[in-house]
């Protein structure tokens, strides 16, 4: 059973990797949701990122303790 399902960033200036203030339910619904450019600013740099398949990621975190991680570059 899925506990918590977290999006994170990875930033284009500094590659360093952060927690997406917009959170999806799953992680094909980003694709399916937004049709137009976002962005959010780094926290470590500053720098304004985009939301793209290959700079986003989902972390799963189910009740059994266990963690998974999907890239948005594998996803279909």
Same mark, same amino acid.
């Given at each position: 059973?899925? @506990?918590?399902?977290? =999006?994170?960033?990875? %930033?284009?200036? #500094?590659?360093?990797?952060? +927690?997406?203030?917009?959170?999806?339910?799953?992680?094909?619904?980003?694709?399916?949701? @937004?049709?137009?450019? =976002?962005?959010?600013? %780094?926290?470590? #740099?500053?720098?304004?990122? +985009?939301?793209?398949?290959?700079?986003?990621?989902?972390?799963?975190?189910?009740?059994?303790?266990?963690?998974?991680?999907?890239?948005?570059?594998?996803?279909?």
């Amino acid at each position: 059973m899925e @506990v918590e399902l977290n =999006c994170e960033l990875q %930033c284009e200036h #500094c590659d360093g990797w952060f +927690r997406s203030s917009v959170q999806f339910g799953y992680p094909e619904a980003f694709f399916d949701l @937004v049709r137009e450019t =976002c962005t959010m600013s %780094c926290p470590m #740099c500053g720098t304004r990122t +985009r939301y793209t398949k290959e700079r986003m990621r989902f972390i799963r975190r189910k009740d059994n303790g266990s963690i998974s991680i999907t890239e948005g570059r594998f996803m279909l």
